[in-house]
């Protein structure tokens, strides 16, 4: 009964590469994110998807593509990697209640190794 | 966009002790304040939140306190135990959809 899941764990792969990350979420929260975690523990946001409105972190490179099949799907996909992009993603989801204003509840991660 | 910062960036007591974690931000509008835990390879989890018609709310052995007149928000932590080491994160929001998580603070509690 996970309730944030993100697949795969671990991701090893070259530069120049394209790859994706899997989240689903089963708790009928309306709004789904993806964050960047990286070495030093910083957590970026990277976009936010509500309702079908996508909103995205202007800092991100356009090599970085969120595709939502539904409403408890949020999946990243990730064009020419680089060695930069080696980082722990999370996923995330949230009921939002008029604002933004509510818990985020985080998928366990995925560890992005790029060599 | 909303600036926000945290401090100390670490944190180091002796079991016992207490803890408090300082989190500033910059968007007057920001109304939900919460505080997550991040224990070593795990995910964030939220461990105690507030919203902007409160000063304060105690759960057991943590606790939140809110000045919205001077724009921060503390987390305050009593009797730590070495299972309270972690890195805790702040995360001001004000219903853009882009939350902004602060830089994290590295709590580590001595047996």
């Known amino acids: 009964d996970t309730a944030v899941s993100q697949t795969p764990k671990y991701l090893v792969t070259q530069m120049g590469n394209d790859k994706s990350i899997k989240c689903e979420q089963n708790l009928g929260h309306d709004t789904m994110y993806w964050y960047k975690q990286d070495s030093k523990k910083f957590l970026k946001i990277m976009f936010s998807y509500n309702n079908k409105e996508l909103i995205i972190n202007e800092t991100v490179p356009n090599r970085f593509s969120p595709k939502s099949p539904d409403k408890a799907h949020l999946n990243l996909h990730i064009n020419s990697l680089e060695l930069g992009d080696s980082a722990v993603y999370f996923c995330?989801?949230?009921?939002?209640?008029?604002?933004?204003?509510?818990?985020?509840?985080f998928g366990p991660g995925t560890r992005l190794t790029v060599l | 966009g909303e600036n926000v910062e945290q401090h100390p960036s670490t944190l180091s007591v002796q079991e016992g002790d207490s803890a408090v974690i300082k989190c500033t931000y910059s968007d007057s509008a920001s109304n939900y304040f919460p505080w997550y835990k991040q224990e070593l390879g795990k995910r964030p989890q939220l461990i105690i939140d507030?919203?902007?018609?409160?000063g304060e709310k105690k759960d057991q052995r943590i606790a939140v306190t809110l000045n919205k007149t001077a724009k921060h928000f503390s987390l305050h932590i009593t009797e730590t135990q070495p299972e309270d080491s972690a890195v805790y994160f702040c995360a001001p929001e004000r219903g853009s959809y882009i939350p902004t998580f602060g830089r994290g603070t590295s709590l580590i509690v001595h047996p």
């Open positions: 507030i919203r902007s018609n409160v």
């Open positions: 995330a989801s949230s009921q939002e209640r008029g604002g933004g204003d509510a818990e985020q509840f």
